[in-house]
Each structure stands twice: as structure tokens, then as C-alpha cells.
């Protein structure tokens, strides 16, 4: 469960001994770790010598790296993991694999080929065919080519595409199907959710007695929670991934219609280089994903159709007319057919952008065009491709690799807890139980009380000219209501422990979360919006509380910490509140100037200062007050404090987007604003701003530590 978790603790005492190089969230769960049978001691030895385990952190392959004496021999394999998990997070996923591969073997390490013969021959009449299906990759080309083999083609293979008024007509066809000894497929289960109990009736039906023997029902669906589990359990499942990394894909394309097509090429050379552009696009688009927020807001299932429609239409259009229309293929193919699938603006400029550099006129002009800096990716004829990929294809910087590899580690981390049913079970164990009242103790312990915010309103009345005592007792009340449900819960789950009342679903999910260092969903749904473990999630909400006290103790600050807030479109639209009534300017017609300050001794006149932002994909220069380029391991680049200056300026250009959380992706709340984007912000660079599109920059209000 450490080893998942990285233990719960809500605040170390201990001083870290070298922050030079080790962060302290890994101290953290370096001295949490000690506690552990067969690890005491372990936190001592970071203060004697914390030198010591630095090839660790520093290393490539830190799975590799022999522990410092006596811990290589004391230590077992899974204990060693546990030091590699502190320190090195990202690398979590190829330390796992070296040791499953060390205790199991080669086999569960490495997927087996598709094969859909083995897979028919394992199943029998009764037993359906499931494929999982992944975005990019579609198996009904696969399974048509393997019915033709198996003479199960024209009238004995039928397959029906699910969705709303399809379910009698595929009732019938499987009704059809088991007396003659065809094949059925239904395709895009997910999508229809109201039919799928009577599909699980069928199957249930489905017996060598009732049907023909030579009878099989193929179904497709993505991952599902409605899906039926009674046809998973029962079925054959197999699913076939996409091809990995640009070479792959690149090849997967040209491999396919129409491109594979020997005439398709034969009109004119532009069409070639422009063809080779376009699919260099699809390859960069669906590769972006693996990057997670810094690559997409949302990963958007790009596939092969986008593909295929975008070729022929590139083909018309450079067949019909003397000279390409560049500007009507990239809205066809930007806009239309791959800007179809994009619902987040911030997506769609990049989206827009990256097209830009395949869709244009140097790339039919020059000889060897560059899709990268590096000159490892040209266009044909002269085009060697490299079997991995670094980030600057894609314009990112380096760092991104970490950020990847730590997605995959919480990924695969996450998904070993829900086979674990969230944790260990409340009442199985004393132990479980002496954890869970240790640390709803310190929780209510250190929870003050709930905001007076009828005195509140008192020293900080509604006035015309000051829009921010309404801001400040607004967000007093949304943190007493967040207060309130994590002091009610915790109360309630000590009562439960000791018997006094009925451990039910909602306490038991509560609990369940605690052990495991999560927020509890119940205070989620309360809460701002935060990605943080339990520990860091205490400490920040209380460090919030703290603020507000200040604001109300001393009155309004000089400098706001915008993080803080609740609402935080509730403050901005309070500064230009503030702003029009003083000037008398309509609101709607101001917005936001931005300039990054020295630290002020005083508030501004119009307008406020706010701090406590992150830069992600980018760093801040301090001594040319520009963006410059991150530095190598440094993820996350701390902002100096911003005039936010209310007035009427028009910027035509979107800036840098600033998001509550690391994740980006929102959705529109009832208030009319995004529950995760903030606003835009203009920031002054030397790069031009498609640079720092690709590299994904934004800025962030908290960090998921």
C-alpha cells in the first residue's frame, strides 16, 4: 500500500537535509517509509549521509543503481523499489516492469501479438467476442479479412453499427444468425446503454443446445461502465492498440487506403510532399496525447477517418487547381474534419498552429524542409526516420518526458488501487481502524472554526465604491459550508469506528479514501477544485483558511494570493467592478492589462497585485522579465507578483492561459465560467507566440503536490 500511496501523513516535522537536490515531498515519503517494518532507520541514515542515495535520484536507470551500504543487502527487491519510488517517481512504471519481469518472467511483461485465430479458438457458439476498443485503432478491417478466410464473408458476416432504434433490427439478426450458423457483429456497444440488459439476456441464452455450432457474435465497444459484466466474464476480449511513436504511425498510413494506391501519386510532386505533411500531422496529433495536459486539454480520439477524408480532398484540390489552395485545405482539414473533434479553444489554436507548419508554402517551394530544428525530420525524398522521437518534434521542451512519465506512474498506480477496492477494509483491523482515528484526530485537530461572517459583514459592510468586502464575506461562507462537511464526516466516521453509529456506503467511501492518502469524493464535491493527496490538500485548505482570517484581521492585503480563492472569477470581476464604478465606464467594455512587478510596498491605485502562480512548460527570466526556456528538471517555474490593471485595451490575441488545477480541462459551470479556466494573460517574449503554443505553456494556480 506504501508502495501505491506513498503513505499518508499530513505534515513532517523533520527538517530535509539536502533540499539542494532532494524535493520535499520525496523527504517526506522517505521519513514515512521508515516507519515501515525492514526500512527503520532509513530516515536517520538521510540525515547522517543523505549523499549517499543522490545516483539514485540523479541516475537514468535508478532500478539499476546498488542502494548505499547495508541497505543493497538488508533490503528485498519490493522494499528497494519502495526508495526508488521516493525519490524517482517518473521512472516508477520501468522499475515495476524489471521487477515483474525479475519474478514472473519475460511473458507478463510483454502483450502478445493480435491474433484473432487464437482468439475464434478459444470460443464456441455460446461464448461471445469482445473487443475493447482504443482510440486510433479499429478492428473491423481485421475481422472482415479474417471472416473472408474462414468463407464466412458476404450474406454469412453482418454487422450493425448500435445507436438509438438499432436494437430490434440486431435482435433479429442474432436471432437469424443462431439458426443458420453466420456470424454477427455489433459495433459501438458503449453506445447504446438502454439495450444493453436485453443484450446480456441473449447472451445468457446463447448454449451449444440453441444454437448452430458454427454461430459467433462479435461485439466492439470502448470501456464502458454500463457495459454488461456478465458478457465480459463470459467472453473472449481482445484489443489492439494503435501503433506507438511517429515511425509507426507514419508507416501505418501509407500502408493504407488510398495512399497505398500505386496511382495516387502519379500527379505532381507537391502533392507528395503535402501528402507526406498531412501525415506527419495525423502521426503528431495522436502522439501529443502521451504528453497529457501539456499535449491536449482533453485527448481527443483522432483516427484513421480524419485521415482518409483529409487525403481526398487534398487530392481534389491539387488535382483540379494550377495552384494549391493552402488556405482551403487547411480549413477543411484544421477546422473541419480535425477541428470537429476539438471542444476546447485552447486545443484548437494549437490544433491550427501545428497544421501551419505542414500546410504552407515553403514546404512545397523548398527542397528538404524541416518539420523540426534538429533536421531530423525532412521531407522525402531524402527522409530517414528515427525509431524514438524526441520532444522537439512536437515543440516541447525535454522536461515534458517527466511530466509523461509521471502521468504513467500515477496511471498505473491509480489503477492497482481500484483492484484493491480502494484500500484496506475499515474494521478488518485494529490497524486499519487506530490509523483512520489518527488521523481524523489530527484533521478536526488543527480545523478552526467556522468563519462569523455575520461579523463579517458588520467590519466589511456592501459598499458602492469597495466590491471586495463582498467578495471576502462571499468566500468566507463558501469555506465555512467546505469546513462543515470535512469536520461533520470526520465526526461521523470516529462515531462509526467506535460503534456508536451504522458504517455506511458514504462513511465507508470516506474512509477508504483516507487510507489511501485521497480527498474523500464527498468533500470533492464541496471543495475548489484541487488534484492534491490528502496531505498537501489539508495543508493547502487550511493555509486558505489562514489568509481569510488575515484579510479579515488586518484588513484588505496589499497583495492578493489569487490561489486562494474559492471563486476566482468572483475577485477579478470584483477588481473591475471597482475599476468602472470609480470611472464610471461600462464593465463590459474592460478587461485586464498585465505586468509583471518588482514586490510593492503598497496596493495600486486602480487594479490589484496578485502572486502564487506557476509557470508550466516555461520559465519566468528575472533579469530580462520575459518567458525564457525552462531549466532541465524544473517542471514548474514560480511567477513574481502581476498587476492585474483594469482599463479599456484591446488585445487581439489570446495570451497564456491560466488554469485552477494541472489538468486544464473544465466544464461550464452553472455560473456561466469554466471550473478550471481562469482568464488569459498576455506575457511579454522574444519567441513568437506559436513557439510557446507547441510548447503547451500556461500558467497554474496550484501545483498537484
Known amino acids: 500500500m506504501f508502495l501505491l500511496t506513498g503513505g499518508v ?18 523527504w517526506d515519503e522517505i521519513c514515512r517509509a521508515s516507519e515501515l517494518p525492514g526500512l527503520q532507520g532509513l530516515r536517520e541514515a538521510f540525515i547522517k549521509i543523505p549523499g549517499d542515495f543522490k545516483p539514485i535520484h540523479e541516475s537514468k536507470e535508478p532500478w539499476n543503481v546498488a542502494l548505499p551500504a547495508p541497505w543493497n543487502k538488508q533490503l528485498n527487491d519490493l522494499q528497494k523499489m519502495m526508495i526508488v519510488r521516493c525519490l524517482r517517481p517518473d521512472k ?15 511473458k507478463f511483461v510483454q502483450p502478445p501479438p493480435f491474433d484473432l485465430s487464437k482468439s475464434y479458438r478459444d470460443s464456441d457458439c455460446s461464448i461471445p467476442l469482445v473487443f475493447v476498443l482504443s482510440p486510433g485503432a479499429d478492428p473491423m478491417a481485421s475481422l472482415i479479412k479474417f471472416a473472408n478466410d474462414k468463407d464466412m464473408d458476404g450474406a454469412k458476416f453482418n454487422s450493425i453499427s448500435l445507436g438509438q432504434g438499432q436494437g430490434p433490427i440486431a435482435a433479429h439478426m442474432i436471432s437469424t444468425a443462431r ?4 456470424w454477427v457483429c455489433l459495433q459501438n456497444c458503449h453506445l447504446a446503454v438502454s439495450w444493453m440488459p436485453t443484450l446480456e439476456k441473449t447472451c445468457e441464452d446463447l448454449s451449444p443446445t440453441t444454437c448452430h455450432k458454427d454461430f459467433r457474435l462479435w461485439l466492439t465497444s470502448y470501456p464502458s461502465s454500463k457495459f454488461p459484466v456478465t458478457i465480459l466474464q463470459n467472453a473472449v476480449k481482445m484489443t489492439n492498440e494503435p501503433p506507438t511513436g511517429l515511425r509507426l504511425n507514419l508507416l501505418q498510413s501509407y500502408q493504407s487506403d488510398p495512399i497505398s494506391d500505386p496511382n495516387f501519386f502519379s ?24 504528453f497529457g495536459p501539456l499535449g491536449w486539454n482533453i485527448p481527443y480520439g483522432f483516427n484513421e477517418s480524419d485521415l482518409h477524408i483529409s487525403i481526398r480532398q487534398l487530392q481534389m484540390f491539387v488535382s483540379e487547381y494550377d495552384e494549391v489552395p493552402l488556405e482551403a485545405i487547411t480549413y477543411l482539414t484544421g ?12 486545443d484548437r489554436r494549437l490544433l491550427m498552429t501545428i497544421l501551419g507548419d505542414f500546410y504552407n508554402k515553403e514546404i512545397v517551394a523548398t527542397t528538404g524542409y524541416r518539420f523540426s530544428s534538429s533536421g531530423q525530420y525532412v521531407v522525402p525524398p531524402k527522409s530517414n526516420l528515427p525509431v524514438g522521437q524526441h520532444p522537439e518534434v512536437f515543440g516541447m521542451h525535454e522536461n515534458v518526458d517527466i511530466s509523461k512519465d509521471l502521468q504513467q506512474t500515477k496511471l498505473l498506480f491509480d489503477s492497482l488501487l481500484l483492484t484493491q477496492e480502494g484500500g484496506a477494509k475499515v474494521g478488518a483491523s485494529s490497524g486499519s481502524d487506530h490509523t483512520l482515528l489518527d488521523i481524523t484526530n489530527d484533521i478536526l485537530t488543527k480545523l478552526p472554526h467556522n468563519f462569523d461572517t455575520e461579523a463579517a459583514l458588520l467590519k466589511f459592510p456592501v459598499l458602492y465604491e469597495e466590491s471586495m468586502n463582498t467578495v471576502l464575506v462571499q468566500e468566507m461562507e463558501r469555506y465555512n459550508v467546505l469546513s462543515s462537511t470535512i469536520r461533520e464526516s470526520l465526526q461521523n466516521l470516529q462515531k462509526a469506528i467506535k460503534g456508536l453509529v451504522v458504517m455506511g456506503a458514504e462513511l465507508e467511501a470516506v474512509a477508504g479514501s483516507l487510507l489511501v492518502g485521497k480527498v474523500p469524493e464527498t468533500w470533492a464535491r464541496r471543495s475548489y477544485p484541487s488534484l492534491k493527496p490528502l496531505g498537501s490538500y489539508m495543508t493547502d485548505f487550511l493555509t486558505r483558511i489562514k489568509s481569510l482570517q488575515v484579510w479579515y484581521d488586518i484588513g484588505k492585503p496589499a497583495v492578493f494570493w489569487l490561489s486562494g480563492f474559492f471563486f476566482t472569477q468572483a475577485f477579478l470581476t470584483g477588481a473591475m467592478q471597482n475599476y468602472a464604478r470609480k470611472y464610471h465606464v461600462a464593465i463590459d467594455r474592460l478587461s485586464f492589462d498585465f505586468q509583471v512587478k518588482d514586490v510593492p510596498y503598497a496596493a495600486p491605485g486602480d487594479g490589484v497585485y496578485i502572486n502564487g502562480l506557476f509557470l508550466d512548460g516555461a520559465r519566468w527570466d528575472r533579469q530580462r522579465y520575459i518567458l525564457a526556456e525552462q531549466e532541465p528538471k524544473a517542471l514548474f ?3 513574481p507578483i502581476i498587476w492585474l490593471k483594469p482599463g479599456e485595451w484591446y488585445n487581439p490575441l489570446p495570451g497564456c492561459p491560466l488554469y485552477k488545477t494541472s489538468e486544464r480541462k473544465g466544464t461550464l459551470s452553472t455560473t456561466g465560467h469554466s471550473t478550471n479556466f481562469i482568464l488569459s494573460m498576455m506575457l511579454p517574449t522574444q519567441q513568437p507566440p506559436k513557439h510557446w503554443v507547441k510548447r503547451g505553456v500556461a500558467m497554474l494556480c496550484q501545483l498537484d503536490d
Do not use: I
Not at 499530513?10 to 524535493?23: E, F, G, H, K
Not at 500527379?267 to 502521451?290: N, W
Not at 477546422?335 to 476539438?342: F, L, S
Open 267 to 290: 500527379s505532381c510532386p507537391s502533392k507528395e510532399k503535402l501528402l507526406y505533411g498531412l501525415c506527419f500531422f495525423h502521426a503528431l496529433v495522436q502522439e501529443r496525447k502521451k
Open 637 to 639: 517555474d514560480p511567477m
Open 92 to 106: 516508477m512504471v520501468p522499475t515495476v516492469t524489471e521487477y515483474v519481469k525479475r519474478n514472473l518472467g519475460m
Open 9 to 26: 501523513g499530513l505534515q513532517n516535522t523533520v527538517a530535509n537535509p539536502d533540499p539542494s537536490w532532494l524535493q520535499d515531498k520525496s
Open 179 to 182: 439458426q443458420n450458423g453466420t
Open 335 to 346: 477546422e473541419c474534419n480535425y477541428g470537429g473533434r476539438v471542444t476546447d479553444d485552447w
